[in-house]
């Protein structure tokens, strides 16, 4: 079983892929922790898939191909697929925003937390996306509870061992599995860090979601996300009945 696996769901990344899973290669090199890099190539239609082929046959990093179907059911995959193999799951994204380099300060507080969480910091939002946040956040903490202050933030690490039955019991279409994992870990009593990650805008690749369909996509979730609610209350007592969040 690995220390760490790193779950990166990638699409249309192929401008800087290479140097983001570099990146990641050297700043866990240098923590010297048994880890493995999981890639998921979400069906790119650019040479992602070429870029990821000088990755074949490197030990800590593994590479899935699979048909697109959207950042978050490609983020709930990675972490059906990483919890059964180790005992740290970390997501994070393939377009640079948040950096390799925070990733030691969470990393070495693990002893003492069931997630630790890089709220993004100096992020660049118009008032939307703001707003979305903002509603994404008071959704979570009133159909689940407080606890994760950047509720949807792309760079998480979490003990596998409650990971595990939450993303088993979140449905594989879900549109932002991470608002419910959020959620359900506070509900769980998982002992919760949050910490101030810096964030920059995206130099390259495609934003998958624009305009309108950016409100469209934002209801969505939060529906998602208030419906299983019930669901994943039922999953939360489980966990805590039997002490998984220490």
């Known amino acids: 079983m690995r220390e760490l696996i790193v779950v990166i769901p990638v699409y249309n990344e192929a401008a800087c892929i290479a140097d983001v899973i570099r990146s990641w290669q050297s700043t866990l090199d240098g923590l010297s922790a048994d880890y493995e890099i999981l890639v998921l190539d979400d069906g790119s239609t650019d040479e992602t898939a070429?870029?990821?082929?000088?990755?074949?046959?490197?030990?800590?990093?593994?590479?899935?191909?699979?048909?697109?179907?959207?950042?978050?059911?490609?983020?709930?995959?990675?972490?059906?697929?990483?919890?059964p193999r180790a005992r740290w799951v970390f997501q994070c994204d393939s377009d640079d925003e948040m950096p390799a380099s925070s990733f030691p300060t969470l990393w070495h507080m693990r002893d003492d937390f069931d997630a630790v969480f890089g709220a993004r910091t100096g992020r660049s939002q118009g008032a939307g996306r703001r707003l979305i946040s903002a509603t994404s956040r008071f959704i979570v903490n009133l159909a689940y509870g407080a606890g994760v202050q950047d509720v949807n933030t792309p760079y998480r690490l979490m003990r596998a061992s409650l990971l595990g039955p939450i993303v088993l019991a979140i449905p594989e279409t879900t549109f932002a599995p991470n608002l419910v994992v959020s959620g359900t870990l506070a509900l769980a009593g998982a002992r919760i860090a949050n910490i101030s990650v810096p964030h920059q805008n995206r130099r390259t690749g495609t934003v998958?979601?624009?305009?309108?369909?950016?409100?469209?996509?934002?209801?969505k979730s939060l529906v998602e996300t208030i419906v299983l609610a019930r669901t994943m209350r039922v999953i939360a007592r489980r966990i805590t009945s039997q002490g998984e969040a220490t």
């Not at 593994?62 to 490609?74: D, E, F, I, R, Y």
């Open 50 to 83: 070429t870029v990821l082929s000088e990755f074949e046959g490197e030990p800590r990093v593994s590479v899935t191909a699979k048909p697109n179907s959207g950042h978050g059911p490609t983020v709930l995959l990675g972490y059906r697929m990483a919890c």
């Open 208 to 219: 998958s979601i624009v305009r309108w369909r950016l409100w469209k996509a934002a209801a």
